[in-house]
Nanobody, 125 residues
Framework: QVQVVESGGGLVQAGGSLRLSCAAS????????VGWFRQAPGKEREFVAN????????TYADSVKGRFTISRDNGENTVYLQMSSLTPEDTAVYYC??????????????????WGQGTQVTVSS
């Protein structure tokens, strides 16, 4: 079992920055990939970014590439999502998820086994 807790959400103005944290506990040795997804009201959940736990390789959705940076602190079992140049279109509940094994596309939400409760990010005009 892996427990996942997100934090750092809030209200920011367009053009501002925010850093989200994802803290994992439990059997974290089984983690393969840690990802961020988001879901806005009336929209389906979409992939944002992920990072390979051991190697540190990263993947980004086109919509956030160049603005968001995902990073990890292996010693603290924590993943961060640094968000910059935020726009109202970034408003959503952001979820952190952990994938135990490589089993397909790391952009697909159904590949992930453990999910946090989400943290709200609201970007005002």
């Amino acid at each position: 079992q892996v427990q996942v807790v997100e934090s750092g959400g809030g209200l920011v103005q367009a053009g501002g920055s925010l850093r989200l944290s994802c803290a994992a506990s439990g059997r974290t040795f089984s983690a393969n990939t840690v990802g961020w997804f988001r879901q806005a009201p009336g929209k389906e959940r979409e992939f944002v970014a992920n990072i390979n736990w051991s190697g540190g390789t990263t993947t980004y959705a086109d919509s956030v590439k160049g603005r968001f940076t995902i990073s990890r602190d292996n010693g603290e079992n924590t993943v961060y999502l640094q968000m910059s140049s935020l726009t109202p279109e970034d408003t959503a509940v952001y979820y952190c998820a952990v994938r135990r094994y490589y089993s397909g596309s790391s952009r697909a939400s159904n590949q992930y086994d453990y999910w946090g409760q989400g943290t709200q990010v609201t970007v005002s005009s």
